[in-house]
T-cell receptor, first 118, second 114 residues
Framework: AQKVTQAQTEISVVEKEDVTLDCVYE???????LFWYKQPPSGELVFLIR??????QNEISGRYSWNFQKSTSSFNFTITASQVVDSAVYFC???????????????FGKGTRLSVIA | DSGVTQTPKHLITATGQRVTLRCSPR?????VYWYQQSLDQGLQFLIQ???????AKGNILERFSAQQFPDLHSELNLSSLELGDSALYFC?????????????FGPGTRLTVL
């Protein structure tokens, strides 16, 4: 069965600090996708990144970077030089690829609430 | 703005009542998903439709039902409401069924059952 664990419930950092949000997943499939979503205080879910199981290259997008390691089943998210606007709940999610139906819906972790203090 | 719309934004009702939540997917998207976000259960998948047909079911209660109409909008019906049904209900849409199709989320409907 699929499972996503975000062990950090809440993290608080001072502005300009770097912060890493951890995500560990479980799946029996060899083909799957991992996602990160951001939920700011306004409540909507904002897509940040998608990574497939065959691509272990790290990705950087501005101040955001992601480290995918299949050996440890982890897909961690780092924010460099954090800003107050980064304050939000961040969710890691997993979707497996099924031959017949195409995909499985997203399984989300419990989320990590990040507070960036000015 | 994701392009997915949900109405109403807020809904307050009493136990035992029935409500309908509406979702309009992004233009061109055929797949619609419903998720429930509650404090104790987190974000959970409820049900998925693709081009009018049910494709996958998650932790959806028997008191809940959904459908996707020919114009691709979807409705989630919640009946015999209980206090524990209070939650944020999200609709998401994607182009098709492929797992790499990104799911775009609507702003959610916050349901409060009193």
């Amino acid at each position: 069965a699929q499972k996503v664990t975000q062990a950090q419930t809440e993290i608080s950092v001072v502005e300009k600090e770097d912060v890493t949000l951890d995500c560990v997943y479980e799946t029996r499939d060899t083909t799957y996708y991992l996602f990160w979503y951001k939920q700011p205080p306004s409540g909507e879910l904002v897509f940040l990144i998608r990574r497939n199981s065959f691509d272990e290259q790290n990705e950087i997008s501005g101040r955001y970077s992601w480290n995918f390691q299949k050996s440890t089943s982890s897909f961690n998210f780092t924010i460099t030089a954090s800003q107050v606007v980064d304050s939000a709940v961040y969710f890691c999610a997993l979707s497996e690829a099924e031959v017949d139906s195409g995909n499985t819906p997203l399984v989300f972790g419990k989320g990590t609430r990040l507070s960036v203090i000015a | 703005d994701s392009g997915v719309t949900q109405t109403p934004k807020h809904l307050i009702t009493a136990t035992g009542q029935r409500v309908t939540l509406r979702c309009s997917p992004r233009s061109g998207d055929l797949s619609v998903y419903w998720y429930q976000q509650s404090l104790d259960q987190g974000l959970q998948f409820l049900i998925q439709y693709y081009n009018g047909e049910e494709r996958a079911k998650g932790n959806i209660l028997e008191r809940f039902s959904a459908q996707q109409f020919p114009d691709l909008h979807s409705e989630l019906n919640l009946s015999s409401l209980e206090l524990g049904d209070s939650a944020l209900y999200f609709c998401a849409s994607s182009l098709g069924l492929a797992v790499y199709n990104e799911q775009f989320f609507g702003p959610g409907t916050r349901l409060t059952v009193l």
